[in-house]
């Protein structure tokens, strides 16, 4: 599933276990019943947003007992029998409203083996986009799913838990003039079994979890293509088919690739990819039948920009991705969810790269990998392996620690094992656990076998320790260099508490293309290095691993970083230097001196990081409107330059070039406030909302931003005219996002007022408050409102985004303004938002301390300007 990311806190994750009650891990399920079959028939009523289900499971009794005990939420029971002797046994139900789970008693022992449960039921398409529910456009309802994590007991009841695999043969009953989808095939299509309604039977499936059920009922249409012999489509709502093609035919190159990497051929008779109007979610890997925000699948091609068309590729790539890792082969319970994906965030880049090479996919990695980074060195972080048997824990395992740590962890350990040796592992982990489950110590037993190297103790160590290490580089000797590692934060307050070791494989810069690496797992020691005209500690900048060197160490590989450095290497160092600036070990100097070192880089990637921070300068540090103007003085005299000697747009510009230009104009707009470049945004914009074609999409994309923050009310209303009636979705998300951009108060009061309307759908509405809270010239009055109008607020958001929210407060970065939150939200309480609170405390303190720290450097670094 593609999910934002949120990261939680393992201090308070440990402290919750240590008191962790009973009541919590007796939400499991006894492990005393196993589904072994599904026979399932829903009927749904789009109008009444209603349905009705009859259901028969084949189960096994591991012993004799009077009772069974499944999942179930929101269902109402109209029967449950089972046979016994050729005679119908019913069973009274009990419900347990908070476990979600229902106890059928049969007043009777039942015996050891296998019995059928037949249940009769009803039960509602809700409006949380989640379980059964109802997905709407302007013209109609449809009825579709969204069970991950513990959502199918909403549309049947099951034993809701990964390891319960069964086979499932679905069959649906829907309107005469509407059509449905699920996991495999359609079988039979045969009117009835009342007039005006025909029932649908699908093909059964393979052994799987119940999570990984989809059933989808509408008038979608699709197009179709193919891939190694396997049926594809790509469905939408009729009025969006044609924006099908481009994912089309992502996926059909991502198909042979996975056949050919993994060498086990896609597992199931057809691939269905399904862009929903409502859903949550970035995507979902349903076997067989992937569903999607309509943004992550549909895009014009001729018009897209280039972030539009990536996005597109890497989410197609990483739901395909799960059909192999996690679908066909699944975690045995979620503490494991990152071997489902870490895995495809890191998969979901090779095809992509192998698709589009000139897209320069591995820079991407690379800032990703610094994101991770800074993420995971906050006060809030947990382990990659997290305890969770609640809904609500298992829930908040869908953050960047499961995402993006373990898939670098992955990127770290195929660098130091070889390509090929980690696709055999790979291959051989798949092989040996074809539809069951699978545990951690299962994969990196495999890779170790296969590469006779310690990947066991590495990955071990990642997916135990919460945090990352720093690797001190000094007094480097011919053929060695002195290192010693400790927990890394971000907060100079934030001191290593006791011995923490990674077994750290460091891969130095040996020349050109090469590396050469050893694995670093005690406190302090001696390293082999290279031979080398400088010292470089994370060559092919794929270990996860901050690193810092002696002063003549680094000064030496600032004066190589251009003609000696890979862009992704310069990415990782960039990285590391800002993040030495946040823990107060490196000035507010070294880093501007650093990115303007930079400043030509033909990477946008590079460029971007360097300008990211800097805008960090601006927004976090400086404190004065004088201060950010003189920031603003330094990026037109460093970074205007380079932005004019791109010239306009050509078709005949690389992908790459178009990109630097984009983020060039962006920077120089936003934090350097250039008034050539704002006039310009606004021209390019008119001319692209008017016609698409006429500006390139890549560079129109900043244009719009820099409009809208410096737009008046006209381009207000022409946005959100654009958001309401466009049919292009990649169109119409952008100009309803820009609505939270505007810095008039007037105009920010309407955005906000217009996002908790109910005209927004709630789906979008929790990051247009986000995007508000953010904004450093609209979080003030955005607050403000929010406090203003809290029942509107909560009313817009679904049980799980209300977390959202809360986080968007982390930019603030002034005491009262964090007491205030924590007030607010102590007395206004937000579904599983405990951690989201925490983190956003963490995250201004962080501020509050980098802003007492660096202030004053920025001060006289500004003086000796």
């Keep these: 599933m593609s999910v934002s990311p949120a990261p939680l806190f393992r201090g308070a994750l440990f402290a919750a276990l240590a008191t962790l009650s009973l009541s919590s891990y007796a939400q499991r399920l006894p492990q005393s019943v196993h589904p072994e079959h599904y026979r399932l028939t829903l009927a749904p009523n789009l109008k009444d947003a209603t349905f009705t289900g009859s259901e028969k499971i084949d189960v096994l009794l591991d012993q004799p007992s009077d009772s069974i005990t499944l999942n179930s939420a929101e269902i109402k029971f109209q029967s449950v029998t089972t046979e016994l002797n050729g005679k119908e046994v019913k069973a009274d139900v009990t419900e347990d409203a908070a476990k979600e789970q229902a106890t059928f008693n049969f007043n009777r022992t039942l015996p050891a083996g296998r019995l059928t449960l037949t249940i009769a039921y009803t039960g509602i398409l809700n409006d949380q986009l989640r379980g059964f529910y109802l997905s709407k456009t302007a013209k109609r309802n449809y009825a579709v799913t969204q069970f991950e994590a513990t959502d199918a007991r909403r549309a049947f009841p099951s034993f809701d838990e990964p390891a319960f695999k069964a086979t499932f043969d679905v069959t649906l009953i829907v309107d005469k003039g509407d059509t449905a989808i699920s996991n495999t095939n359609i079988v039979s ?59 089309l035919s992502a996926a059909e190159f991502v198909l042979h690739y996975y056949d050919t990497y993994f060498g086990i051929k896609y597992p199931m008779p057809k691939l269905d990819m399904i862009a929903l109007p409502d859903f949550e979610a970035g995507a979902m890997e349903n076997f067989g039948a992937i569903t999607y925000r309509e943004t992550d699948l549909l895009t014009d091609e001729k018009t897209a920009s280039l972030g539009a068309k990536k996005t597109v590729g890497i989410v197609v790539a990483h739901e395909m991705a799960h059909q192999w890792f996690g679908d066909m082969v699944t975690m045995q319970w979620w503490n494991n969810l990152w071997l489902n994906e870490g895995f495809a965030t890191w998969m979901e880049n090779r095809p992509v790269a192998a698709w589009h090479p000139e897209w320069n996919i591995p820079e991407d990695v690379a800032t990703d990998l610094n994101n991770t980074l800074n993420l995971d060195a906050q006060h809030t972080t947990r382990t990659i392996r997290a305890e969770a048997n609640t809904p609500d824990e298992i829930n908040e395992m869908f953050d960047g620690i499961t995402y993006g740590k373990a898939g670098a962890m992955l990127l770290m350990v195929e660098n130091y094992e070889g390509e090929e040796t980690f696709r055999k592992g790979v291959h051989n982990y798949l092989s040996a656990h074809m539809y069951g489950n699978a545990t951690a110590e299962d994969f990196w037993n495999a890779q170790t076998e296969v590469s006779h190297k310690p990947i066991d103790k590495i990955m071990e160590s990642f997916v135990a320790e919460p945090g990352e290490p720093i690797l001190h580089f000094e007094n480097p000797q011919p053929g060695s260099v002195s290192a010693s590692q400790q927990r890394f934060y971000l907060s100079p307050s934030m001191k290593a508490q006791g011995a923490q070791a990674w077994a750290v494989p460091v891969c130095f810069k040996a020349d050109a293309n090469g590396a050469d690496c050893e694995v670093f797992s005690v406190a302090e020691g001696s390293i082999k290095t290279p031979q080398a005209p400088f010292l470089f500690a994370n060559a092919r900048g794929k270990g996860y691993y901050r690193s810092s060197y002696s002063e003549d ?40 001196q650093l ?20 805008g960090s300068i601006s927004n976090q540090i400086a404190d004065t409107q004088e201060e950010r103007q003189a920031l603003a003085a330094w990026v037109r005299t460093n970074f205007k330059p380079a932005l004019d000697r791109l010239g306009a747009p050509s078709a005949a510009d690389s992908p ?56 008046d009310s006209a381009f207000f209303d022409q946005l959100q005219t654009i958001a309401e009636t466009s049919p292009n979705p990649e169109l119409q998300e952008r100009a309803l996002n820009l609505l939270a951009a505007f810095q008039d108060p007037a105009l920010e009061r309407r955005a906000f007022a217009y996002t908790i309307s109910g005209k927004v759908r709630n789906q979008d509405s929790p990051y247009l408050l986000v995007a508000m809270l953010r904004g450093p010239q609209t979080r003030e009055l955005a607050w403000q409102l929010i406090q203003q109008n809290w029942d509107q607020v909560s009313a817009q958001v679904t049980k799980w985004s209300g977390a959202t929210v809360v986080s968007g407060t982390s930019s603030f970065c002034s005491a009262e303004r964090r007491d205030e939150i924590i007030d607010f939200y102590s007395t206004h309480k937000v579904h599983a938002a405990e951690r989201a609170l925490s983190r956003a405390k963490d995250q201004m303190n962080d501020c509050i301390e980098l802003r007492a720290s660096q202030g004053p450097k920025l001060k006289q670094w500004i003086a000796g300007q």
């Design 189 to 247: 299509d045969t009117p009835g079994p009342v007039i005006g309604e025909h029932a649908i039977r699908f093909a059964t499936t393979p052994k799987m979890s119940t999570y990984l059920v989809a059933f989808l009922v509408g008038d979608f249409q699709c197009t179709s293509g193919s891939s190694d012999g396997t049926p594809i489509r790509a469905c939408a709502t009729p009025d969006k088919v044609q924006y099908t093609k481009f994912a």
């Design 656 to 711: 790459e070039k178009r990109e630097l230009r984009a983020t060039l104009f962006r920077s120089v707009g936003n934090i350097g406030k250039d008034p050539d470049v704002i006039a310009e945004a606004k021209i390019i914009s008119a001319r692209y909302l008017a016609d698409q074609s006429s500006v390139d999409a890549t560079l129109a994309q900043p244009a719009l931003s820099i409009a809208a923050a410096n737009g």
């Design 595 to 614: 990115a303007s070192a930079v400043k030509s880089d033909d990477s946008s990637a590079v460029v971007e990081t360097a300008l990211t921070s800097v």
């Design 553 to 592: 160490v680094y000064t030496k590989l600032v004066a190589h970083v251009e003609d000696g450095l890979t862009p992704e290497e310069r990415i990782s160092l960039l990285g590391d230097q800002w993040a030495q600036v946040r823990a107060d070990k490196a000035s507010v100097a070294s880093f501007l």
